[in-house]
């Protein structure tokens, strides 16, 4: 629901799948993000999604900062 907020705690490779679902991103696009080591989720990362009203998706995904 719009507004709302939901944790998920889960591991990298679940959270490649959520990229694919939420970015609506492609296969190849998908597995090149996942063989790019740059976007390689560590232990422990608190990650946020910024929902883009144009586009009607989620398509930003950044650091969790807790001062925002």
């Keep these: 629901r719009a ?3 939901l ?3 889960t591991h990298e490779r679940v959270m490649f799948c959520f990229r694919y ?3 609506k991103l492609s296969v190849s696009a998908i597995v090149k993000l996942f063989v790019d080591k740059s976007q ?3 232990n422990c990362d608190v990650l946020r999604y910024i ?5 009607c998706c989620y398509d ?3 650091p969790w900062d807790q001062n925002k």
């Design 3 to 5: 507004g709302q907020r």
């Design 60 to 62: 930003k995904l950044e």
């Design 7 to 9: 944790l998920i705690v």
């Design 40 to 42: 390689h989720i560590a």
């Design 51 to 55: 929902y883009n009203e144009e586009k």
């Design 21 to 23: 679902w939420l970015e």
